[in-house]
């Protein structure tokens, strides 16, 4: 098992140093790798519409930005967002920022992609919310032809290349791997037919774990493809336990390490763990934060794989 954390922006307050101090010691104690979250904006409830599911002055870092920032202070640490929100960006350019990254790096890159939920923030930066699914079909193939191919050649009903050149290449040698999050119906029929893995998580209403990997094995056979192909992350969070036991997951290494049990036993080789619950609960300093991660990944060391070696 591979445990990636996801970067907690509340940190940029620290400043430089305090985010460098963070990030290396993410690094040195030895998980596989930072994950940058995806928003651009957030917007305010309004008249026409409801309030989003996080505070709309929720600190929201730029997601290559930071990923470009963490390649310059790391050696070993992989590299992911988790996810970015691609139908609201241009897949072109988020091309060549992802190869930029991953070539400087040493290929480090691991891209979680996935729709959005949020259509004020598409709006916000002029594209359509309606239609998303497919311009995402359209632009994963955008990125896997930038990335492997000399001549560029695509015409596809929302993106045009028309014989171009795409230079660097990643440094990874074969195209970026591509995950996509979502839960829903639409998003594990992608994963079938499209991704290098899953990036699951838990939503209201969602049904069983079980369940879904169930119809995902069910949509790969029919898309002509090994299950097992497949990648599978899940973003650590308390799933059916008690009220009490809920409020106290993320506080409580003992209750991460059932859980990452319970999804390795499924098939999972990735899980997620958010630093922001952990704020919560009261790590509020990247000293206290970092100690109480180290206390995680010891905790978990039995299930987790080594750490990655430098490329």
């Not at 193939?141 to 014989?163: F, I, K, P, T």
Request: glycine share 10%; hydrophobic share 40%; charged share 20%.
């Amino acid at each position: 098992m591979k445990l990636s954390v996801i970067f907690p922006n509340v940190f940029y307050r620290e400043g430089q140093a305090g985010v460098t101090r963070l990030i290396q010691g993410i690094e040195r104690t030895g998980f596989h790798e930072l994950g940058m979250f995806d928003h651009v904006v957030m917007g305010y409830p309004t008249e026409r519409r409801r309030a989003p599911f996080y505070p709309p002055t929720m600190p929201i870092m730029e997601a290559f930005s930071m990923l470009a920032f963490a390649a310059g202070i790391t050696s070993r640490i992989q590299l992911g967002t988790g996810v970015l929100v691609l139908p609201q960006r241009n897949p072109t350019l988020v091309a060549k920022q992802a190869a930029s990254i991953d070539l400087l790096s040493g290929g480090r890159v691991r891209l979680g992609v996935g729709t959005g939920w949020q259509r004020a923030e598409y709006e916000a930066l002029g594209e359509s919310y309606d239609g998303r699914g497919e311009r995402m079909d359209e632009a994963i193939a955008v990125l896997r032809a930038c990335w492997q191919d000399s001549h560029v050649h695509y015409l596809g009903r929302h993106y045009q290349l028309d014989d171009m050149a795409f230079e660097p290449k990643p440094r990874q040698g074969s195209p970026i791997p591509i995950w996509i999050g979502g839960t829903k119906t639409p998003a594990l029929r992608r994963v079938a037919r499209l991704g290098d893995g899953w990036m699951a998580m838990n939503a209201p209403g969602d049904p069983p774990l079980e369940e879904r990997l169930a119809t995902l094995q069910r949509f790969a056979e029919e898309a002509g493809r090994d299950p097992a192909d497949i990648g599978l992350q899940m973003t650590l969070s308390p799933g059916p336990l008690q009220k009490e036991a809920r409020k106290r997951f993320f506080a409580d290494p003992a209750l991460l390490l059932a859980r990452t049990q319970e999804l390795a036993e499924l098939g999972f080789s990735w899980a997620a763990i958010d630093c922001v619950p952990i704020f919560q609960h009261g790590y509020r300093s990247v000293d206290a934060l970092l100690d109480y991660l180290s206390e995680v990944y010891d905790v978990l060391s039995p299930v987790l794989e080594p750490p990655t070696e430098s490329p």
